[in-house]
């Protein structure tokens, strides 16, 4: 035994994602939500609240935490007949399984709240004050309510630098490859070359193949940063073309933020695999 507490960690994931999204200007991934999560050290319980339904989140992000042992728990909000969010019970839920972790789960010395919601100033000073325990506070800078700050040791939720440099590379790489190959002849560039120009690229720091295939993967499943197209009708062939409207895309390229033209939807687009450079079966 080390001495440290057991930790319990509860992510209010509308809070943090949507920061994350305008402090760096790109989509938090689930590892990244791990990786901090389990970073205050006797994590036993990471509880992950959000309305998974909604298009703020990739598809497959709950899919993500699940599959690390997280607790994805979804909290639908009350909708209009149109489909609008009405109300958000989030909090509500997430502030009342706090509640009964401190009554019925005394192990745990630690509570960390990942968000900014003034809403648990009473939630964190009765953890504090009348349980005793250990309270920190994790959120992005800018969004975490002074109150908060004032009561709990206050930790800033930042993102990897590696990580960060790493798209920035592979934006500007990309960009080349559109500048220098997609002059009126093709129209989206295949797959297979994008992962050469990765691993031919030193400042990328990809030993392997597989190394570069596996960072691209997870660059599509994203599903921000490119956009794929199916250059015929058989869907065996992938090919790509950068979004120029995200946010981290146009600051890496020094875009101006003016408004863009939607992007062709691929079923309007009638050209053939061919024109599609570098495209290959997959």
Not at 132 to 151: F, P, R, S
Not at 171 to 185: A, M, N, S, V, Y
Not at 229 to 248: T, W
Request: negative net charge.
């Amino acid at each position: 035994m080390n001495g440290q507490p057991e930790t319990a960690v509860f992510v209010d994931l509308e809070n943090i994602y949507i920061g994350f999204r305008h402090q760096y200007g790109r989509e938090l991934t689930a590892d990244e939500l791990v990786e901090k999560a389990r970073s205050f050290g006797g994590v036993k319980l990471i509880s992950v609240y959000a309305d998974f339904s909604e298009p703020t989140y990739p598809e497959h992000f709950k899919l993500d935490l699940d599959n690390e042992g997280l607790q994805a728990i979804n909290v639908p909000k009350d909708r209009d007949r149109e489909g609008r969010p009405t109300k958000n019970k989030i909090d509500m839920r997430m502030a009342v399984d706090i509640l009964r972790t401190l009554a019925f789960r005394k192990e745990f010395g630690r509570y960390v709240l990942m968000t900014g919601d003034k809403i648990f100033l009473d939630v964190l000073n009765l953890a504090r004050n009348d349980f005793g325990k250990e309270v920190i506070v994790c959120g992005l800078e800018g969004t975490v309510a002074q109150v908060l700050k004032d009561i709990a040791l206050y930790v800033p939720f930042n993102a990897d630098g590696a990580i960060d440099e790493r798209l920035e590379r592979f934006i500007k790489i990309f960009d080349r490859l559109e500048r220098d190959l997609l002059e009126g002849t093709y129209h989206y560039i295949g797959w297979k070359l994008v992962i050469e120009q990765l691993c031919a690229t030193p400042e990328m720091g990809f030993t392997t193949w597989n190394e570069a295939r596996d960072f691209f993967e997870r660059i599509k499943r994203d599903g921000r940063l490119i956009l794929k197209y199916y250059p015929g009708e058989s869907r065996e062939i992938e090919a790509y073309r950068l979004d120029r409207r995200n946010p981290l895309v146009r600051k890496v390229l020094g875009l101006e933020p003016k408004v863009i033209e939607p992007a062709p939807r691929a079923e309007s687009v009638g050209f053939d695999p061919a024109r599609s450079w570098g495209g290959s079966g997959a």
